[in-house]
């Protein structure tokens, strides 16, 4: 069974930086796409930020240029670097880990990360 532990939420002003990290037991990182997503109070959860164990990223528009998500295999851990960040990136955030080629997928249980104007 994995366990993706999420950290480094908070409470941050706009134009701050936060940088997210989730810890993950057992190896997820072959073949599995590692990824960011959050959810803000009564909207569907989003695709944030993805990268896969080949190290290619995706990023919806909405944080393209201020968000990077990276993963260290050594430390089974995965970062969200967030700059610039918004009020409206107010939200839980969560880790996700989903095999590219089974239906193995698992969540954190979130980090929650408040933007103030």
């Known amino acids: 069974q994995v366990q993706l532990v999420e950290s480094g939420g908070g409470l941050v002003q706009a134009g701050g930086s936060l940088r997210l990290s989730c810890a993950a037991s057992g190896s997820v990182f072959s073949g599995f796409t590692m990824g960011w997503y959050r959810q803000a109070p009564g909207n569907q959860r989003e695709m944030v930020a993805t990268?896969?164990?080949?190290?290619?990223?995706n990023y919806p528009d909405s944080v393209k240029g201020r968000f990077t998500i990276s993963r260290d295999t050594a430390k089974n851990t995965v970062y969200l670097q967030m700059n610039s960040l918004k009020p409206e990136d107010t939200a839980v955030y969560y880790c996700?880990?989903?095999?590219?080629?089974?239906?193995?997928?698992?969540w954190g249980k979130g980090t929650l990360v408040t933007v103030s104007s």
């Open positions: 990268v896969t164990s080949s190290g290619t990223t």
């Open positions: 996700n880990a989903k095999h590219q080629y089974s239906v193995l997928n698992y």
